[in-house]
């Protein structure tokens, strides 16, 4: 086997079960990264010097694909409702095959740590089948130096090989694709996909079954640092505006997708950031922007003219879920370290299509932790085959996908770490006012930008706050630079009536939702839930 790169781990491939390879590259740097996916037709290379990739008819995750081996060293500590189970001989079977198919082909290996906080972190090992997932992960995850990786040991590992695909029939999977998680073996297997949030979305699951643990909270947020030290995080699904409102040029980025929260710290799980970029705007994200004009970004499903090779970012022909994966210092504020101290601040964000909840509203550690298990946004029409009109989602802890461990394992720590340190948390809707999507229009981003400014800086605190009659969330009088009306959602409809339907449906959508957790919570957060139903 011929093996290459500028640093080779001592600790090899065999534990993978990986023999007889045609090659394997080794660390290799970004620029060689490029020839290779270059060379093999893997990519191509924009005008501006991004790495432009199409993943097929993967252009996301696949949810449904997913699966965590049963197993007996974790079997009691996993939620098994939406956590699928795969078991440890159909494991096995499957990366023998895995392994198998592999021989005499070439393999990309990446040593690289996941976490920022040397305590906490976790080395990860990332082979992949191609150069340009390699790229990916290594944009992704956090870089050692070099002399780090010459006895680099991972403690988990990833194996990715897109174009190998399961037989259902044969493999126990539910289709051609497959995620799986062995925590026993501490690997994942990846096949049947070429979308490369995958990789990391699948460390992320890993971090979020480790780390309570050991008493940090893992969270899929977003984190920055004010000019006065002050730590924020923003929890949100996707497009409800982590990334664009953490991106903010007054301060610190430590991070944009997922961090722990230790009891020293708050620290960026990665070394990079995986934004949307469909029909992103030079003018309203110029720090975003800029990144998919570098070199060492790889673009997923962006369109691209074949013969200048100038992108564009508007055309959402592959996906509407077009990505740019590039290493954090890409963005001029990020912070150097990935690490922030205890949060002043905690912002919960929600894209409400139903228009009905406030702009902002301040939330006691109660009702934090009882929109931490909500995870509530919308999906609008038009977003999803079959979607006509607003539906409610909730995805509890802001990442139900990725959450091994049942999700009051989450809201405890929360409500521990809220207690223990005095965060302030707030709700804040990105997404309709003045009716329901279809009728009323999105939350000004400049109004958005306005009110979190004021939170985290605490003007908001000290204004007066009025409660609302439907979820009981506590609104600002006023805010510097945003219309009085704006912050109480009714005053923004023309039809009251209408609102007041719209707004009780919505607080039983929460009711219904809630259900499942009563059981588990204290009863300050169970009259918490009874309040947002009445």
């Not at 390879?21 to 060379?39: I, T």
């Not at 979020?208 to 920055?224: D, E, Q, R, T, W």
Request: proline share 5%; hydrophobic share 35%; net charge negative.
């Amino acid at each position: 086997m011929e093996t290459t790169g500028p640093v080779i781990s001592s600790f090899g491939l065999d534990y993978l079960g990986l023999h007889n390879l045609k090659a394997a590259h080794w660390n290799l740097s970004p620029g060689s990264l490029y020839e290779e996916a270059l060379r093999r037709g893997e990519a191509a290379l924009s005008r501006d010097g991004a790495l432009v990739a199409i993943t097929g008819q993967h252009t996301g995750r696949s949810p449904n694909d997913k699966f965590t081996v049963q197993e007996e060293t974790t079997s009691d500590d996993i939620w098994w409702g939406p956590n699928k189970a795969f078991t440890e001989d159909g494991f096995d079977r499957l990366h023998a095959r895995v392994t198998s198919y592999l021989q005499g082909r070439e393999v990309f290996v990446q040593d690289l740590y996941a976490g920022a906080d040397p305590e906490h972190r976790l080395p990860v090992r990332i082979v992949t089948q191609h150069a340009w997932h390699n790229l990916f992960a290594q944009n992704m995850f956090i870089r050692p130096a070099y002399q780090d990786r010459r006895d680099f040991e991972p403690q988990f590992t990833v194996l990715q090989v897109p174009d190998f695909k399961a037989v259902p029939e044969r493999d126990g999977t539910r289709s051609e694709t497959f995620i799986i998680i062995n925590f026993k073996r501490r690997l994942v297997l990846i096949g049947g996909t070429s979308y490369a949030g995958e990789i990391k979305k699948s460390i992320f699951s890993v971090l979020n079954f480790l780390l309570p643990a050991k008493g940090v909270l893992p969270m899929h947020c977003s984190a920055n640092i004010g000019p006065q030290g002050d730590t924020a995080i923003f929890f949100g699904l996707s497009g409800t505006g982590k990334t664009t409102l953490s991106a903010d040029s007054s301060r610190t980025l430590i991070g944009d997708d997922e961090h722990g929260w230790s009891d020293t710290s708050v620290f960026n799980f990665e070394g990079g950031c995986y934004a949307k970029v469909i029909r992103l705007s030079a003018e309203a994200e110029p720090e975003i922007h800029a990144t998919t004009r570098r070199f060492g970004t790889v673009l997923e499903n962006v369109v691209m003219d074949p013969a200048s090779r100038e992108l564009d970012l508007d055309d959402a022909r592959y996906t509407e879920n077009t990505r740019a994966s590039y290493p954090i210092d890409f963005i001029p504020n990020a912070s150097a370290t990935g690490i922030g101290g205890q949060p002043k601040n905690i912002i919960m964000l929600t894209a409400d299509a139903f228009g009905v909840l406030p702009p902002i509203s301040k939330l006691s550690a109660e009702q934090a932790m009882y929109h931490f298990l909500s995870g509530y946004t919308a999906r609008v029409a038009g977003t999803e085959k079959g979607v006509t009109e607003p539906q409610a989602t909730f995805s509890t802890c802001f990442g139900a996908p990725f959450m091994p461990r049942h999700p009051t394992v989450y809201a405890k720590l929360l409500g521990e770490k809220i207690a223990k340190y005095g965060s302030n948390c707030w709700l804040v809707n990105t997404g309709w006012t003045g009716g329901a999507y279809g009728t009323g229009k999105r939350m000004s981003i400049s109004h958005t930008r306005a009110l979190v400014r004021a939170a985290l800086d605490g003007r908001l605190a000290s204004v007066a706050h009025a409660p609302e009659p439907n979820f009981g969330l506590l609104v600002p009088s006023g805010c510097d630079g945003v219309p009085t009306e704006v912050l109480t959602p009714k005053n923004t409809w023309s039809d009251k009536h209408a609102y007041d339907a719209t707004a009780r449906e919505v607080a039983r959508r929460f009711e219904s939702n809630f259900q499942q957790f009563e059981s588990h919570v204290d009863e300050k957060v169970r009259a918490i839930a009874i309040r947002s139903a009445a």
